[in-house]
Each structure stands twice: as structure tokens, then as C-alpha cells.
């Protein structure tokens, strides 16, 4: 089945640096791929929609200075959180949809741990 | 996006059937159910799909009444392994844009 990857998969950085998070799809193209961000004992919570060629959507409530969203290609969808701190400290989840079904590829998700 | 709501969490013991039960009374026509399975530290996985009656596949089951207002997905005979958060989902059909909105999830523990 289709394969979406993320790199890294776990990263711990210094408050106020920035961090970016690589969302690839390994065997399909993927126009719009969509960011999610998950607490320890909640549920995803959908932060933005990365759309290919074009500016991303952001959710009501999230910072669209602070996560910086490129969608280069087909194939890649990079999230930055800028001047990260430790409330940014979280499980982030990217997603793509399939081209031949109502399903959604998740990737494995990123460990960010912000000291 | 139609809302969804599950049980918050469910025990079952190995060998059991688990039956879980999803409400979302504001279905939408082009809407598909669609349920996924999380372990800790993971993303989400897809389990089954559906848009009305029964789908079965190699892991589970779901049943869709004809109002389309709740579904059931069924894991037969389960395993320690199966102990996972589950989500049901509702999304557009046509013109799907793929944006899923996730619920609470149901958390399954399944007891030797």
C-alpha cells in the first residue's frame, strides 16, 4: 500500500530555535497532505492543510507565522515550527490522501521535544 | 464535518468479538464512515471503510444501518495486540478535500 514517511522522527531542540519536519509520500503524489499536532492522552488535532503550489490553510487557532508550511512538490511536505518552546513539545502527524480511495496515509509521526 | 461520538473506552478479554458502536446523526449524503487504529506513538492506521450495509475485510467488520446515523465496527476474536485507540471517521466522498476532523477515539484494552 502507499507509504507516507517522516523525518525526523523524533527531535529535541533548545527554546527559540527553529525545527522542520519532512512529510514525504513514498509511492504516490500527493497535491495536499495535512498537518496534525497530538497531545499525550488526546486525540489529533488537524493544524493545517499543505497544498501543492500554493499557500497552506490553517485551522482556526494555530499560528500560521509560528508553523511555517511548504509544499514544494508532489512528493514533499516540510512543517517549521519557528522559535519553538516547550508548549510546542508534542506528536506531529502528517497525512496524505489516497487517489484512489477515501482513505488517508498517515506518516509515523515526529517526536518534538522542545527544552 | 460531521461530528462523531464513541465510547471513551472499552475492556475486552483475548478471544472476545468487540463490538465498537459510532454515533454521527449529521451524516451527509457523499459521507463515508471510515475507522482507524492508533498505538501509542504511532500515526494512525486505516482499518476499514464503508458507505452503507456491511464491509468486511481481513481484520474487521462494519455495519452501517440503512439511516446511516451510527456504524459498528467489529473485531473478531481479539488479541492482546489489539489494545489501541480507535477513531471513526466521517469524511466527504465526492470532492473529497480529505480533511478529517478526529473525535475523543474509543480506547480498547484487551485483558489476557
Known amino acids: 500500500g502507499a507509504v507516507v514517511s517522516q523525518h525526523p522522527s523524533r527531535v529535541i531542540c533548545k527554546s527559540g530555535t527553529s525545527v522542520k519536519i519532512e512529510c514525504r509520500s513514498l509511492?504516490?503524489?500527493?497535491?495536499?497532505m495535512f498537518w496534525y499536532r497530538q497531545f499525550p492522552k488526546q486525540s489529533l488535532m488537524l493544524m493545517a492543510t499543505?497544498?501543492?503550489?500554493?499557500?497552506?490553510?490553517?485551522e482556526q487557532g494555530v499560528e500560521k507565522d509560528k508553523f511555517l508550511i511548504n509544499h514544494a512538490s508532489l512528493t514533499l511536505s516540510t512543517l517549521t515550527v519557528t522559535s519553538a518552546h516547550p508548549e510546542d513539545s508534542s506528536f506531529y502527524i502528517c497525512?496524505?490522501?489516497?487517489?484512489?480511495?477515501?482513505?488517508?496515509?498517515f506518516g509515523p509521526g515526529t517526536r518534538l521535544t522542545v527544552t | 464535518l460531521a461530528k462523531t461520538t464513541q465510547p471513551i473506552s472499552m475492556d475486552s478479554y483475548e478471544g472476545q468479538e468487540v463490538n465498537i458502536t459510532c454515533s454521527h446523526n449529521?451524516?451527509?449524503?457523499?459521507?463515508?464512515i471510515t475507522w482507524y487504529q492508533q498505538f501509542p506513538s504511532q500515526g494512525p492506521r486505516f482499518i476499514i471503510q464503508?458507505?452503507?450495509t456491511k464491509v468486511t475485510n481481513e481484520v474487521a467488520s462494519l455495519f452501517i444501518p440503512a439511516d446511516r446515523k451510527s456504524s459498528t465496527l467489529s473485531l473478531p476474536r481479539v488479541s492482546l495486540s489489539d489494545t489501541a485507540v480507535y477513531y471513526c471517521?466521517?469524511?466527504?466522498?465526492?470532492?473529497?478535500?480529505?480533511?478529517?476532523?478526529f473525535g475523543q477515539g474509543t480506547t480498547l484494552q484487551v485483558k489476557p
Open positions: 464503508g458507505y452503507k
Open positions: 499543505s497544498n501543492e503550489g500554493s499557500k497552506a490553510t490553517y
Open positions: 509511492d504516490f503524489q500527493a497535491t495536499t
Open positions: 471517521l466521517v469524511a466527504l466522498g465526492s470532492g473529497n478535500t480529505g480533511k478529517l476532523i
Open positions: 497525512s496524505a490522501p489516497s487517489l484512489v480511495s477515501h482513505e488517508q496515509y
Open positions: 449529521n451524516i451527509a449524503t457523499n459521507d463515508y
